[in-house]
């Protein structure tokens, strides 16, 4: 019987020609030894010189022959591994899936393949490589299982190739997300929510913007001492929800120690890593020393501190933690993490220079505005100014009200074309000159005639729309006149929903055209007008009289208090989150509502 194991004891040519020598004496079949000869020979150049690595294993998973490549990926001579297990040549690789792999071929006879990695002793034991393999079973003639050939391909350069390409995709996906998420939002607060929920759990288990409070001069460097930081977002993995009672939640105001990295972060406006620091290194490094027992029973293991910038200047310092079994931070994560904080904090900044500036427009607006005339005592109104939502930018819009003698009340709703201080001081402009010519016992038609007239007189540069109601208690009638303006909205006891009064519409102020016109109406007792601009209605998805037609079709309280009817209004048509500001200015006669409500 053939020895199976003598089947895999592949001969050296001194050996083969003594093996056929003797075959030659017994059998005498020359021709036929030297073919069968010449055929091992092409065999062993096929087996010996492959660029790939090839082994014979036995039925043991000892190896019985390698080649010359398999030698060199494995980082032993090829005597080194005859009448070894695979654990015991290459135990830095995934030994366990390899011999599972083998054992199934050994036991049903199908080729398989599979990627290991690992490392051998032909390269450093920090950088993994790949291999593919493939494996197939050695037969006898008989169909008796001898044992298993492995092939052996590196494609370690490819997988890094990948690896590098995935990670080039992933940071390009994650710019772009910052740019969609931080960059499209000029909220402060929710730019810096969006980084950190960015960051978690992809680059961190826990993710933290903190703000340097403006109270430092402007290029006052930022240092330890007397640093204070607002923080205004911060993300965790859900195994770490309760992390904002140890290192404080959004709002709270953080006083870093001197030294601590995120200190340094600031100070240097470089990044600043701490990967698996000692407790002692911990203490001076951590923002507050008293909490180093309650990171270690967090779990937490290492920091990156990365500065927000925004041209040049430190505005503030993203930390990110990791904790359990999530690695140490890369140099290629830190590196894209400072590109993302610093994109981030260009956004951060834009966000805190619009609120900075919509606060100041807004403060300008409503010095511009000032409060209306007080109206007679029979006349009850009033009055709201919203600015546009989206614009740090004041707009012209205004409304306005005149006690004139009689008992008679002028009303008046304008708009000033275009936003910027240049259209809040022509709002000022065109808002001084009404109530003077109001004061001089005009007419409404009047008014307008003569505020045309000195319009282009100054010349005038922007044209304003308005509508001026002349609301007389003892006649119960209105009188009306508009320049380019919209129809007020008149809401008649006990109807619910209000109509659309239309008026003789005269060209807006600034045009020099003239024809203003004015009309009498009745304006009885619980009645309500409603005056405002176009910003209450006007959406670009809707022409005007869509949106004309949306405010007739609200329905309203009759009796309801004038603040509540404006309430509705805005809230029906969705006013004061576009791009245009809204005035809008509600009367009734103050007798009749308190009659009603008696």
Known sequence: MADPVGAFSFLDDAQARELLAALDAALGERPA?????????????????????????????????????LAEINGVPATGHTGRTIAEVVPGIEVDAAESALREVLADGKPRALTIEGTTASGPATEPRWWHNAYHRLDSAAGVPLGAVGMVLEITEDRRIRHALDRARTRLALLDEAATRIGTTLDVAQASKELTRLLVPRLADVALVDIVEPDRHAGEPATGDGLAMRRLALSTTPALVGTSDLVGGTGALIHPQAGSAVARCVAEAAPIVLNFPSDAQLRTTAPNAA???????????????VPLTAGGTVIGALTLARGGQSPAFTPDEVALMVELASR???????????????ESALALQRALLAEPMTPHPDVECAGRYLPAGTSAEVG??????????????????????????DAAATMSEYRSLVRALALQRRSPAGILWEAERIVEALEQERVATCVLALLDPATHSCTFATAGHLPPLQLDRPHQYGRLLRLPVGPPLGTGAGGHSAI???????????LYTDGLIERRDRDIEQSLAALAALRFDPAAPLEHLIDTALTGLTAGHGEDDVAILATRLADAHRDRRA
Do not use: C, K
């Open 33 to 69: 030894l030297d073919a069968l000869l010449a055929d091992y020979h092409l065999v062993r150049q096929i087996l010996d010189r492959a660029t790939v690595g090839i082994a014979v294993f036995d039925l043991e998973l000892r190896y019985r022959y390698v080649n010359r490549t």
């Open 291 to 305: 909490r180093v027992s309650r990171y270690r029973q967090l779990g937490l293991h290492s920091g990156a501190f």
């Open 344 to 358: 981030a904090g260009s956004g951060i900044s834009n966000a805190q220079r619009y609120s900075h500036e919509h």
């Open 396 to 421: 012209g819009d205004w409304y306005d009200t005149v006690a004139l003698p009689g008992g008679r009340t002028l009303l008046v709703v304008g708009d000033v074309m275009g936003h910027g201080l």
């Open 520 to 530: 009498t109406l009745p304006f009885d007792p619980g009645a309500t007008l409603l």
